[in-house]
């Protein structure tokens, strides 16, 4: 690759490429409001200027180039912390300036604002306009974000989302000069459902999430790597959250799973993470025909002691899950049935879902599918629904012992009936529900923010989550509770991490192999046997 | 005596002429276009560079190497876009050029279209022109009619249509790619540069956009011995004739086509016929509300686009502006301020920002608010424009800003030593 210089060190570039996304790349921060990597360059906001001190043929550049708009090129340097370069940006922080409110201590921008980090850096600290300032005010644009038009600094990257990244073209600049604003065509609420992105890309506080106004200051907000779970796609999150509260997603870039971007309803799954009063909060035991609180060890106890006395047949185990488990929890299912029961009755619900296609990648974000782990659960051949005749056949029959992972069949009564008359139904679950109902033992487990995991996406791409908040007191992971619960079975060897689940489960499960936890880095990693049908449809989205 | 050199205006200055496509004919008009069509289009470019010719909009970019910048072999149609959508102030050239002799700019807008290799070439009249418009309509209606326009004109096999859109108003949409995003139905913006329009312009094809009096040269050009004779018309690098719209504190104001080689001095004082009232000349704005002032003093210099270079301001547009003894700086820099704020499209932070508090500031030493601080910080604010700003708007609002005080300091601090 060719290479030019930014303040004397060497930078790769790729031809064509503007000067401030080969920097960036580097992790070289040039100071920009209006560039966006996903969008077009409109070079306005002037603030990521540098001096060209050779353009690639010994001769200097007339004036500050903007790094946004300008191709690197061989041989060409530049300096960006020169004094000239100080003065630029100064000068153009301080137009900046001259009609924002200043409105920093109630303004939930603030934090993470870049005029407000910007103005610390270039800013003189004192204002020399003396005159009454632009008001624009507020304008209610829709259900999710805010619009505060007073702080706004006309980068036009809200103008430029709904024009280039979404398509639907409801946002845009109004008025010209002094006057130029931003708002909706003919006041109509927006109506996409990736507005939260907007929140995101405006470098100040003119759009801010609704969800998170006035909530909390944004650097008391610890942040954790995770997947949203809203459905099959997996975009990277960072949870942020303080004092184990949970106060906002926000997209994580990643080129190959979301880009920058992800989608409302993903963003609102925060809610759930809050969700305490519906949470089985301890191990519960049937006791005269109720559901009563028990210790970890007596629950144990107790199922070793029925499955002891019964010494069930293979064909008299059972396992049900959802696909909200991640890898390892499924993994570890179908371990214990094989080495505990040498069972293989382990179904989960897999119907079809469907994919949007659309000119607008944004759209392809959003599936039918709304569990996180689908493909998992098809690369360690867990299969089957209602409709297949093995489910049908293996309840049929007399069933000793029934496993249940999360909710599966959620609506499939018959099914729950029928399953009622075996003689051990452990549930592992977060939330009371039908299962749980009928259950004898019920093993509280964690949401996702609260243990580690891996799932695999829609395209069969596998990525980690982090422990975002502490969980609740009295439960455990899932796949702590089935290594737990194997051991209690008389199974030897005990796992003691997910990294430890993993790396053997990729060394048992052909589909998963070559990968290690530690391989999947920040961005995940493709399977390397991939399923050629994931039961999707593709439909044309609707716009 | 200083006269009119006719080249552009042989037949306005005629009092018989009716500027009808036949008068036009009967004055030697389309003799060139037949010759053009006998022409190779790389021959007529080679032509055009060869007789010097510069852009007469305003940036005096040479007209010919601006064509052979034109992408070539990309698959995608060309277009060539007449901006006449004339806006800078005091400037008025391009209007009478369409008021009085629609075909001569139309039988330029015909060469230069067969120079590019355009098949659709869009005239972009500033809305307010509203004879402009409908004489150029009607001068396009009967071309079609007498077959110059549409398939095959002069049996040349060469297809043409033109189109006239109307502009709605904005100053900025004079600047070549924000005239192209207006064409193109959207906000008149100016676009990041590069991609130049000679590669990417007009929806995404390569475009030249040219003024009307550029165009209106090519007929003399391109007739026979019209290189050489445009060429003789001035100094080296600023051939031909040019129309100067002299306007302010003189007898005889209007638009006048003078060689490059005149002296701005006998412009004012012999076409002109001096400065109004007999009174004193004060300063002169020489080409158009962008360029810096200059003082009584400097005004000894030949009025071309290097000769003003030189002594530190531009001839843009060739519009002088002349103002005499009595008139008001401050209220004249108020009015171009204004004027700048109001014109500014808004994108770019400098301009947006800059315009608005220069005026304010400006307004500020008419109110009787004015000190040394406030010239000082008018000062800053209008170099903090100049080189930062996306288009050149931000430096045509700031050079005045910064001259008018670096020449007449006296008049700000009048306005509050006084009060």
Redesign the interface.
């Known amino acids: 690759m060719p290479i030019f210089h930014i303040d004397g060190e060497p930078v790769e570039f790729e031809p064509g490429e503007k000067i401030i996304s080969a920097a960036l790349r580097c992790g070289k921060v040039i100071p920009h409001y209006c560039y966006h990597p996903g969008m077009s360059v409109v070079a306005t906001c002037r603030m990521c200027l540098v001096d060209v001190i050779d353009l690639g043929n010994g001769r200097p550049a007339p004036k500050l180039q903007t790094a946004c708009s300008m191709d690197a090129a061989e041989g060409m340097k530049i300096e960006t912390l020169n004094k000239k370069v100080e003065e630029g940006r100064k000068l153009v922080n301080e137009f900046l300036l001259v009609n924002h409110p200043l409105d920093c201590p109630i303004c939930d921008q603030s934090g993470e604002c870049a005029l407000q980090d910007y103005a610390f850096e270039y800013g003189s600290g004192k204002s020399e306009m003396d005159y009454s300032k632009r008001v624009s005010g507020w304008r209610d644009i829709g259900t999710f974000v805010a619009l505060e038009r007073n702080r706004c600094i006309q980068c036009s990257r809200c103008d430029r989302f709904t024009r280039e990244i979404t398509g639907t073209n409801e946002f845009g600049m109004f008025n010209r000069g002094h006057e130029l604003t931003v708002d909706t065509y003919a006041d109509r609420p927006m109506t996409n459902k990736f507005q939260g992105n907007m929140a995101d890309i405006c470098p100040v506080g003119a759009i801010t999430e609704k969800e998170f106004r006035f909530k909390r200051r944004v650097w008391k907000l610890k942040k954790n790597r995770s997947i949203c779970t809203g459905c099959s796609t997996g975009c990277n999150v960072t949870i942020e959250h303080d004092r184990n509260e949970i106060f906002r997603l926000k997209p994580h870039e990643n080129q190959s799973v979301n880009k920058w971007w992800m989608c409302d309803e993903g963003r609102l799954t925060y809610r759930m993470m809050n969700e305490r009063k519906t949470r089985i909060h301890q191990p519960l035991g049937r006791v005269d025909g109720k559901l009563e609180g028990i210790s970890w060890e007596d629950a144990y106890g107790a199922i070793a002691e029925r499955v002891g006395d019964m010494s069930p047949l293979p064909q008299e185990v059972l396992a049900l899950t959802d696909t909200h488990a991640s890898n390892e929890e499924l993994f570890l299912l179908k371990k214990l049935l094989k080495d505990i029961f040498s069972a293989d009755n382990i179904f989960c619900p897999l119907p079809t879902w469907e994919q949007y296609e659309s000119d607008f990648f944004i759209n392809t974000l959003i599936t039918s599918d709304k569990t996180p782990n689908r493909a998992g659960a098809l690369a360690l051949k867990i299969k089957g629904d209602t409709k297949t005749a093995k489910l049908k056949k293996a309840i049929e029959g007399d069933l000793k012992v029934v496993f249940v992972l999360g909710n599966p069949f959620e609506a499939e009564l018959e099914v729950q009936e029928k399953l009622k008359r075996a003689q051990l139904v452990v549930h592992l679950g977060l939330f009371h529900n039908s299962w749980s109902e009928i259950a004898d033992v019920v093993l509280p487990g964690q949401y996702y923010s609260e243990k580690e995991g891996t799932y695999t996406n829609k395209n069969q791409r596998v990525q980690a989550t982090e422990i975002a908040v502490q969980a609740l007191r009295r439960t455990r992971p899932e796949w702590q509770i089935l290594t737990e619960l194997s051991q209690a079975l008389g199974k030897t060897g005990f796992f003691t991490s997910v990294p430890q689940v993993f790396n053997a489960m990729s060394w048992e499960v052909k589909a998963f192999s070559g990968l290690s936890y530690e391989s999947l880095g920040g961005i995940g990693k493709e399977l390397t046997q991939k399923a050629k049908d994931t039961g999707m449809k593709v439909v044309r989205a609707q716009t | 005596m200083l006269e009119e050199t006719l080249v552009l205006f042989k037949n306005i200055r005629n009092p018989d002429y009716d500027k009808s496509l036949a008068a036009y004919k009967k004055s030697g008009g389309y003799k060139s276009l037949k010759k053009v069509f006998a022409m190779k289009p790389e021959d007529v470019v080679q032509e055009v560079k060869e007789s010097g010719i510069r852009g007469r909009g305003g940036a005096g970019f040479p007209t010919g190497l601006k064509w052979s910048f034109m992408a070539k072999g990309t698959g995608k149609p060309s277009y060539l876009v007449a901006n006449a959508d004339e806006s800078e102030p005091g400037t008025c050239k391009d209007r009478e050029l369409m008021l009085k002799d629609p075909h001569l700019f139309l039988e330029g807008m015909l060469i230069g279209c067969y120079a590019i290799g355009c098949h659709h070439g869009y005239i972009y009249v500033r809305g307010e022109f509203f004879p402009s418009i409908k004489i150029l309509n009607d001068a396009v209606d009967e071309l079609y009619v007498d077959g110059l326009l549409g398939p095959d004109p002069l049996g040349s096999g060469f297809n043409l249509d033109l189109t006239i859109h109307t502009g709605a108003g ?1 100053y ?1 949409c004079g600047e070549e790619s924000a005239l192209l995003d207006s064409l193109e139905g959207k ?1 008149g913006q100016p676009r ?1 540069k ?1 991609p130049f329009p000679a590669v990417s312009g007009f929806n995404g094809c390569p475009t030249s956009v040219n003024n009307v009096e550029t165009l209106a040269c090519m007929p003399f050009i391109l007739s026979d011995g019209g290189v050489d004779a445009f060429k003789s018309f001035g100094p080296q690098n600023n051939s031909g004739t040019h129309l100067v719209s002299l306007s302010g504190h003189v007898n005889r104001p209007g638009v006048y086509e003078l060689r490059m080689d005149v002296n701005m001095k006998d412009i004012i004082y012999d076409i002109g016929g001096g400065i109004l009232n007999g009174k004193k000349l004060k300063g002169v704005i020489p080409g158009g509300s962008s360029s810096p002032v200059m003082k009584a003093d400097e005004i000894d210099v030949l009025y071309n686009f290097d000769d003003l270079a030189k002594v530190g301001t531009m001839m843009g547009s060739a519009a002088i502006m002349v103002f005499d003894e009595d008139t008001d700086i401050v209220k004249l820099l108020h009015r171009i301020t204004r004027f700048y ?10 301009c ?6 220069s005026k ?1 500031i400006v307004r500020d030493f008419l109110s009787g608010n004015g000190s040394d601080e406030k010239l000082k ?1 008018l000062d800053r604010v209008g170099g ?1 424009m100049l ?4 288009c050149a708007l931000g430096d045509a609002a700031a050079m005045p800003i910064q001259s008018f005080i670096n020449k007449f300091p006296e008049d700000f601090r009048k306005y509050y030593a006084t009060a």
Not at chain 2, 341 to 350: I, K, L, V, Y
């Open positions: 904005a900025i906000r990041v590069p704020a109001h014109e500014s499209c808004g994108q770019c932070t400098p947006r920002e800059g315009t608005q508090w304010q910080r903090n080189g930062t700003s996306l």
